[in-house]
T-cell receptor
Framework: DSGVTQTPKHLITATGQRVTLRCSPR?????VYWYQQSLDQGLQFLIQ???????AKGNILERFSAQQFPDLHSELNLSSLELGDSALYFC????????????FGPGTRLTVL | DQQVKQNSPSLSVQEGRISILNCDYT??????FLWYKKYPAEGPTFLIS?????DKNEDGRFTVFLNKSAKHLSLHIVPSQPGDSAVYFC???????????FGTGTRLKVLA
């Protein structure tokens, strides 16, 4: 158990819909990262937050947005969903967000029908 | 453009033998490299890392080698154990950035 929690574990929805994925980092970690893993793909970095502020951005679509709240939990919002958005979405956290060890949650599997 | 490549999707090794997992990168600005291990239905877990100032880092049965001129790194597991069966991802980070670029992973199967 990494100490990072993600909800829900599974999500099935339809094209055009909007969903919110939630992540609670390990106690004491200030930085949160979001990754997407599609079938046979590596982990694609989406976005990083540190203490509530966006720190780094990867290949995140404009339909996707994220935020980190004062209690340090984070949410990833996916809107106007397409079939290709079906993937595993991982959240990770680290203490400083400065290339220190990232601890990953178990992921949320999103299926778009 | 895949900056970090793991060209072998899968690898099978006998228990007790050496497992060698390879990773190539294209970005010469990468200066920090990591390996993560992932079991089914779990998130990846950190295994070992190496900075570009070194060419080898060892932690128990796991050793990572870095060849900067070839832009290649490898993970050696000796001896391999059935519990090592998992997907292994290499990742890289460039100086001045906070993000890791991950490869597509190699599925290792250690046969008892």
């Amino acid at each position: 158990d990494s100490g990072v929690t993600q909800t829900p574990k599974h999500l099935i929805t339809a094209t055009g819909q909007r969903v919110t994925l939630r992540c609670s980092p390990r106690s004491g970690d200030l930085s949160v990262y979001w990754y997407q893993q599609s079938l046979d793909q590596g982990l694609q970095f989406l976005i990083q937050y540190y203490n509530g502020e966006e720190r780094a951005k990867g290949n995140i679509l404009e339909r996707f947005s994220a935020q980190q709240f004062p209690d340090l939990h984070s949410e990833l919002n996916l809107s106007s969903l397409e079939l290709g958005d079906s993937a595993l979405y991982f959240c990770a956290s680290s203490v400083q967000g400065l290339r220190d060890e990232q601890f990953f949650g178990p992921g949320t599997r999103l299926t778009v029908l | 453009d895949q900056q970090v490549k793991q060209n072998s999707p899968s690898l099978s090794v006998q228990e007790g033998r050496i497992s060698i997992l390879n990773c190539d990168y294209t970005n010469s600005m990468f200066d920090y490299f990591l390996w993560y291990k992932k079991y089914p239905a779990e998130g990846p877990t950190f295994l070992i890392s190496i900075s570009s100032i070194k060419d080898k880092n060892e932690d128990g049965r796991f050793t990572v080698f870095l060849n900067k001129s070839a832009k290649h790194l490898s993970l050696h597991i000796v001896p391999s154990q059935p519990g090592d069966s998992a997907v292994y991802f290499c990742a890289a980070s460039a100086r001045g950035t906070y993000k890791y670029i991950f490869g597509t992973g190699t599925r290792l199967k250690v046969l008892a």
